[in-house]
């Protein structure tokens, strides 16, 4: 039995779900809508203020998709009710980013400035000239934006400069060394 996949979602006050037929789930919270369509061989019921997730076989298939689903709907009913965000710092000299309604304008060495326009339901944050917060409820979405801002210019291992997740270590390479 997956550990994960056996525990019920529960469903905090203020957010609803809704399942349709073909396993597409619909979770309506404080910060949005979400729906999403799972494997059509996933049982997914609720009952009461949760969402229970069976498999019909052990199938090492059905065994995969259980923890899956489960996880799935848990980041819908997260993402409705408190959001995700992912937070990005630029480490350089002369390196900055600014917001201008949905424009993300990042300035990082290079002979222009990079902009970046944020996609429905993602929204754009600079709480300092090297800081860039990305914010959401989709999960994935947030995380693939995230990593795209970060693949600009990835830190490079000498200097440790370039874009990097804020709690992200960066293993430092020595540099070369004289001849002795």
Known sequence: ???IGRLPVAIPAGVS???ADGNVVAVKGPKGELTRKLHKDMVIKQEGAAVIVERPSDDKEHRALHGLTRALIHNMV??????YSKTLEMVGTGYRASVAGKELTIEIGFSHPVKMVAEN???FECPAQ???VVKGIEKDRVGQIAANIRKI???EPYLGKGIKYENEHIIRKEG???KK
Do not use: D, Y
Request: net charge positive; charged share 25%.
């Open 1 to 3: 039995m997956s550990r």
């Open 17 to 19: 779900v809704s399942i």
């Open 78 to 83: 997260v993402g409705v009710t408190e959001g």
């Open 121 to 123: 339901g993602i929204t």
């Open 130 to 132: 090297n800081k860039i």
């Open 153 to 155: 210019r990835e830190p």
């Open 176 to 178: 070369k060394s004289g």
